[in-house]
């Protein structure tokens, strides 16, 4: 009896603690939880308040407006998280408010393909590119393309830098560490 008491209160502990582990992480946000970004399209809505339910669209500064919250950051942070902050805000004026964040569209999440590809333009990258899938998107190089002399271009202003991608060789199974992740606003030139 002294035994099976004792596994039950060592079993009742590992719960609590794999619980407390498990808000943790909640109030962390997930690491798989999609960061927004500029462009990027949100609905907002407020249970039962008709005048505080949007879709917005969040700014190139990282903002957007909303009645009784004044400028929210969105950019960098998941939907979760703004919802939180949007609660918290109202609190002020709504006793209890529930709020709902949803995304209603990526437009901020986009890599650029120039140069000798069949479609050059703008891609949305939904939810990740590689070089590959980006040369893809635009239907494929042409025949005068120089295959070996591709580039990523990655940042802006004096941060920018240019990324290498050999496409024989990537192709041929070597150097697979050149087809990278694209990034949102990464520039892919194919000469």
Known sequence: MALQLRRIVVCLMALAGTVLQVQHALAQGAPG??????????QVSVWKEIDLQRV????????FSFPLTGEVQAAGRSADEIRVDVETRLRKYIPEPVVTVTVEDVGGSRVYVIG?????GVFAMNPRVNVLQALTLAAGTTPFAKLDDIIVLRGT?????TLPFRYSQVTAGKALNQNILLESGDVVVVP
């Open 157 to 161: 202003g004096a941060a920018q830098t």
């Open 33 to 42: 939880d999609y960061k927004l970004l500029a462009g990027d399209k949100i």
């Open 56 to 63: 917005v669209i969040i700014r190139p500064d990282g903002k």
């Open 116 to 120: 000798q590809v069949n479609k050059p």
